[in-house]
């Protein structure tokens, strides 16, 4: 399998939750109930859903696996394609379990507390040990390198009504730009945003007759995952 896409995963996962954890902290009932990018989830379910990312996170950092690699921080993504089978079960379920928080406030800190322990495991962890996770087996770096895609991707989702709100972690958005390149095989135009390249790459947003134009060919495997 290929090495982690960043030279140091620990230090990009724990500024991907750090920057998530300063919005999450400024959040109150009234927000929580807020639209996002992703298709009938409220800031509350998106904030769950990054909470259970999390703790899977900080489940696997103390899961060793003697099994070789079959995953690494690109290859890990060809399995979550838009409208995979259950997607539509997972966001129910983020859905209703959301709502049993009557108090955001709980929601909130039981998040804050969960990211801040999971971003310490990723410092203590040794980045080429293997770990399992979502039924396969991946080095600990590149674990983290996808842990803070996925937060990152999902803060950029959680913004899109708060816009005085702090943007996702420059760590974070490389880690994102790397891995769409390697599912793409080639660097994106050089001109794209790191959150516009997010959007497009994630099918967040619509290539534009212009990004067509440049992609070519390969226009028709957007969106990369999502």
């Known amino acids: 399998m290929t090495g982690g896409l960043t030279t140091d995963p620990a230090a990009a996962l724990r500024a991907a939750y750090e920057t998530a954890s300063a919005v999450v902290a400024e959040l109150g009932d009234k927000e929580s109930w807020l639209p996002t990018g992703c298709t009938g989830w409220a800031v509350r379910d998106l904030v769950l859903h990054c909470l259970e990312d999390a703790r899977r996170g900080l489940v696997a950092l103390h899961t060793p696996c003697e099994e070789p690699a079959d995953r690494d921080a690109v290859t890990y993504w060809t399995d979550w394609r ?12 983020a859905r209703v379990s959301a709502s049993m928080f009557l108090d955001f406030r709980q929601l909130r800190d039981l998040y ?23 039924g396969h087996v991946l080095t600990a770096g590149d674990l983290m390198t996808t842990l803070a895609v996925e937060a990152t991707v999902h803060h950029l989702d959680m913004v ?10 420059v760590e974070g958005l490389a880690a994102v730009r790397a891995t769409l390149d390697g599912l793409l095989g080639r660097p994106a135009p050089p001109w794209w945003s790191d959150s516009h390249y997010a959007r497009v790459g994630t099918g967040r947003a619509a290539l534009t007759d212009a990004d067509r134009g440049v992609l070519g060919a390969a226009a028709h495997r957007f969106p990369l995952f999502g």
């Open 82 to 93: 838009p409208d995979a089978p259950g997607a539509a079960n997972g966001r129910r379920w």
């Open 160 to 169: 899109v009504r708060l816009p005085s709100a702090p943007g996702p972690s």
């Open 112 to 134: 804050t507390e969960t990211v801040t322990a999971a971003g310490h495991a990723a410092a203590c962890a040794d980045p080429a040990a293997r770990v399992a996770t979502q």
